[in-house]
């Protein structure tokens, strides 16, 4: 950390200019997130209905040439809605999507919202046993599966728990105009929706802060997904937070997103942004770090929705015309490090940074309100960052039994205060809701969520991002299970013991997969064979680019495996006796792993 990012009362007192112009909006903002009564019927339906009233001519969604008009995007949500009342669907009912970002997907996440039914947003890269879990976890009542994903869902078909009577299609096309045909035995649900009534649902006034709005998926400590709930309420407080606090967009503002809708950095975060202003959402399928100013350009998009590793990856291009004079002004995402921060700013004449913090299941959330450089901003809920036991992975606690809380400028663990006003919704496991809560934390009695963050304090109640903790990693933006990859690897014959960690590499973001392998042959690994059977069952993101070999594998009297050595040895020839292997991108086996290759990773030569 630079000590040049601790936040001093003259730093502080000298920002506050350029942010007086906001202060109405900001204000609104923290009643939204202050917001006690959970009874309160308010909910995205409604900021979605307020938006259509106050901005119906404005741009909701720009998608390719499409484009509709709040009045649009509300009117077709509501047919969505009662097109879903007439198939069963209703409050709390709790429907399984899975569709890549395109218009047809915010619109059917818009008419869950409007019924009170909880959309669970499904991995778009998940395939097999994963999502087959996935899907089993929540009990969906509806399947609602894109025709670009149906392959992948027809795969796990026969595994999925008996109950569920409907699947309902959607082409991979201009449904609002074409809705197709659906394959036999799935309903269309946008030709179901065309002769729908379009005038607000009486649904809408009834769903609360308290109520579910959606089941976002999480890497958990079993190797599998876990599903954390997102609450109207939490949402509610996102669109305070970011929408009105943070970014102020308004309605000539339009936000482009390339980041899946599966993930609350998109349908939380940039939806609420968009919403609270009467901004529009221009939607790109995948990123493209090529496509990207061309896009920029097309939509005149003011603001972007980012993840660190998108950044890093624009900042890698060669400059291009289209992003000279630009007409980007601010950002909104997280995982920005501070190693590109100012080059970022700089090379694209971005003036905003809306760096944010927030845990897809969590009750805390931090925002960049005040535009500082190198922070996750500020939060007004309670919390704190307590000191941390690395080496045996707890909190310190003193002779007391109570835990100890960092100094400025520390790094700790961050954890956040339950309470009514700052409820913690959890999972939809109660077990799991339970292992993530610390009791008597500073007095007897109290209740704290364990973010699994390390954090430093960097005064005036901002922070800074420093590391993830436990059993998973980021890379690629997503967050990887080490059981999950564990117990993959565990199902290749030769492996008899498995440990995976993240391990970084220069010039990227996150941390990048690493494992270390107890083989039953003793011999190498035959590195295709290995490569082809992680390909085939994890995601992209989530195989491995290292490995390392072992006679033995270390655990704790817990039967936990040690990784603290393995993380600071990392992949470094030097450190390390045993053999090593790498999988340099684009190349499909693993490669053993001397002196000359490490120092050319090391120097960037090979772009993970």
């Given at each position: 950390?630079?000590?040049?990012?601790l936040?001093?009362p003259?730093?502080?007192?000298?920002?506050?200019p350029?942010?007086?112009g906001?202060?109405p909006?900001?204000?609104?903002?923290?009643?939204?997130?202050?917001?006690?009564?959970?009874?309160?019927?308010?909910?995205?339906?409604w900021?979605?209905?307020?938006?259509?009233?106050?901005?119906?001519?404005?741009?909701?969604?720009?998608?390719?040439?499409?484009?509709?008009?709040?009045?649009?995007f509300?009117a077709?949500?509501?047919?969505?809605?009662?097109?879903?009342?007439?198939?069963?669907?209703?409050?709390?009912?709790?429907?399984?999507?899975?569709?890549?970002?395109?218009?047809?997907?915010?619109?059917?996440?818009?008419?869950?919202?409007?019924?009170?039914a909880?959309?669970?947003?499904?991995n778009?890269?998940?395939?097999?046993?994963?999502?087959?879990?996935?899907?089993?976890?929540?009990?969906?009542?509806?399947?609602?599966?894109?025709?670009?994903?149906?392959?992948?869902?027809?795969e796990v078909?026969?595994?999925l728990?008996?109950?569920?009577?409907?699947c309902?299609?959607?082409?991979?096309?201009?449904?609002?105009?074409?809705?197709?045909?659906?394959?036999?035995?799935?309903g269309?649900l946008?030709?179901?929706?065309?002769?729908?009534?379009s005038?607000?649902?009486?649904?809408s006034?009834?769903?609360?802060?308290?109520?579910?709005c959606f089941?976002?998926?999480?890497s958990?400590?079993?190797g599998?997904?876990?599903?954390?709930?997102?609450?109207?309420?939490?949402?509610?407080k996102?669109?305070g937070?970011?929408?009105?606090?943070?970014?102020?967009?308004?309605?000539?503002?339009?936000l482009?997103?390339t980041?899946?809708?599966?993930?609350?950095?998109?349908?939380?975060?940039?939806?609420?942004?968009?919403?609270?202003?009467?901004?529009?959402?221009?939607?790109r399928r995948?990123?493209?770090?090529?496509?990207f100013?061309?896009?920029v350009?097309h939509?005149?998009a003011?603001?972007?929705?980012?993840?660190?590793?998108?950044?890093?990856?624009?900042l890698?291009?060669?400059?291009?015309?289209?992003?000279?004079?630009n007409?980007?002004?601010?950002?909104i995402?997280?995982?920005?490090?501070?190693?590109i921060?100012?080059?970022?700013?700089?090379?694209?004449?971005?003036r905003?940074?809306?760096?944010?913090?927030?845990?897809?299941?969590?009750?805390?959330?931090?925002?960049?309100?005040?535009?500082?450089?190198?922070?996750?901003?500020?939060s007004?809920?309670?919390y704190a960052?307590?000191?941390?036991?690395?080496?045996?992975?707890?909190?310190?606690?003193d002779?007391?039994?109570?835990?100890q809380?960092a100094?400025?400028g520390?790094?700790?663990?961050?954890?956040?205060e339950?309470?009514?006003?700052?409820?913690?919704d959890?999972?939809?496991?109660?077990a799991?809701?339970?292992?993530?809560i610390?009791?008597?934390?500073?007095?007897?009695?109290?209740?704290?969520?364990n973010?699994?963050?390390?954090?430093?304090?960097?005064g005036?109640?901002?922070?800074?991002?420093?590391?993830?903790?436990?059993?998973?990693?980021?890379?690629?933006?997503e967050?990887?299970?080490t059981?999950?990859?564990?117990?993959?690897?565990?199902?290749?014959?030769?492996?008899?013991?498995?440990?995976?960690?993240?391990?970084e590499?220069?010039?990227?973001?996150?941390?990048c997969?690493?494992?270390a392998?107890?083989?039953?042959?003793?011999?190498?690994?035959?590195?295709?064979?290995l490569?082809?059977?992680?390909?085939?069952?994890?995601?992209?993101?989530?195989v491995?680019?290292?490995?390392?070999?072992?006679q033995?594998?270390?655990?704790?009297?817990?039967?936990?495996y040690?990784?603290?050595?393995?993380?600071?040895?990392?992949?470094?020839p030097?450190?390390?006796?045993?053999?090593?292997?790498?999988?340099?991108?684009?190349?499909?086996?693993?490669?053993?792993?001397?002196?000359?290759?490490?120092?050319?990773?090391?120097?960037?030569?090979?772009?993970?």
């Open positions: 950390m630079s000590h040049a990012d936040i001093t003259t730093r502080f007192i000298a920002q506050l350029a942010t007086l906001r202060v909006r900001m204000l609104r903002g923290l009643y939204y997130t202050g917001l006690r009564n959970r009874e309160k019927p308010l909910s995205l339906a900021a979605l209905e307020r938006a259509a009233r106050r901005y119906p001519d404005s741009p909701a969604l720009l998608d390719g040439q499409r484009r509709l008009s709040y009045a649009q509300n077709w949500a509501n047919r969505l809605a009662r097109a879903f009342k007439a198939e069963g669907v209703g409050h709390a009912s709790v429907v399984a999507v899975m569709l890549e970002n395109r218009a047809e997907l915010l619109l059917i996440l818009a008419a869950l919202a409007k019924l009170g909880i959309a669970a947003l499904l778009t890269t998940q395939r097999g046993q994963v999502l087959s879990h996935s899907l089993n976890l929540v009990r969906p009542s509806h399947y609602v599966i894109g025709e670009e994903l149906r392959a992948a869902f027809d078909r026969a595994t728990q008996p109950g569920v009577e409907r309902l299609w959607v082409a991979d096309a201009d449904t609002l105009d074409t809705p197709g045909e659906a394959p036999h035995g799935w269309n946008m030709r179901q929706a065309r002769g729908q009534a005038d607000n649902l009486a649904d006034a009834r769903v609360r802060l308290k109520d579910a089941y976002i998926y999480t958990g400590t079993t599998l997904p876990k599903a954390s709930i997102m609450s109207h309420g939490r949402w509610i996102a669109y937070g970011f929408g009105h606090s943070g970014l102020g967009l308004g309605k000539r503002d339009v482009y997103l980041l899946p809708c599966y993930h609350n950095n998109a349908v939380t975060v940039c939806w609420s942004a968009a919403l609270a202003g009467g901004a529009a959402i221009a939607l995948k990123f493209s770090a090529k496509a100013w061309q896009d350009q939509y005149q003011t603001c972007f929705g980012y993840i660190g590793e998108l950044c890093r990856y624009l890698n291009q060669p400059p291009c015309p289209e992003e000279r004079d007409s980007l002004t601010c950002m995402g997280n995982g920005l490090r501070p190693a921060w100012g080059e970022f700013k700089a090379r694209f004449g971005i905003r940074i809306t760096e944010f913090y927030a845990a897809s299941e969590g009750n805390i959330g931090f925002t960049n309100v005040f535009n500082f450089d190198n922070t996750v901003g500020f007004p809920a309670p960052i307590v000191r941390y036991d690395l080496d045996n992975d707890r909190p310190r606690r002779a007391n039994g109570f835990m809380k100094g400025k520390e790094a700790g663990l961050l954890i956040s339950i309470s009514d006003k700052w409820p913690f959890g999972y939809t496991d109660p799991k809701t339970q292992s993530v610390f009791r008597d934390v500073f007095k007897k009695g109290d209740a704290w969520f973010t699994g963050d390390l954090m430093r304090d960097l005036f109640k901002h922070t800074q991002f420093v590391d993830r903790l436990g059993d998973t990693f980021r890379w690629k933006g967050n990887v299970s059981t999950e990859v564990e117990n993959v690897l565990g199902a290749y014959p030769d492996v008899a013991d498995a440990v995976v960690y993240g391990v590499i220069p010039g990227t973001d996150g941390r997969g690493m494992a392998l107890r083989l039953t042959s003793g011999r190498a690994p035959d590195g295709a064979a490569a082809t059977h992680l390909d085939r069952e994890l995601p992209v993101y989530a491995p680019r290292f490995l390392r070999l072992l033995q594998v270390e655990t704790t009297g817990t039967f936990k040690k990784k603290a050595d393995l993380k600071r040895c990392a992949y470094d030097r450190q390390v006796s045993e053999a090593l292997f790498v999988r340099l991108p684009g190349e499909a086996a693993y490669r053993p792993l001397d002196l000359a290759l490490y120092e050319a990773i090391q120097r960037g030569e090979h772009r993970f």
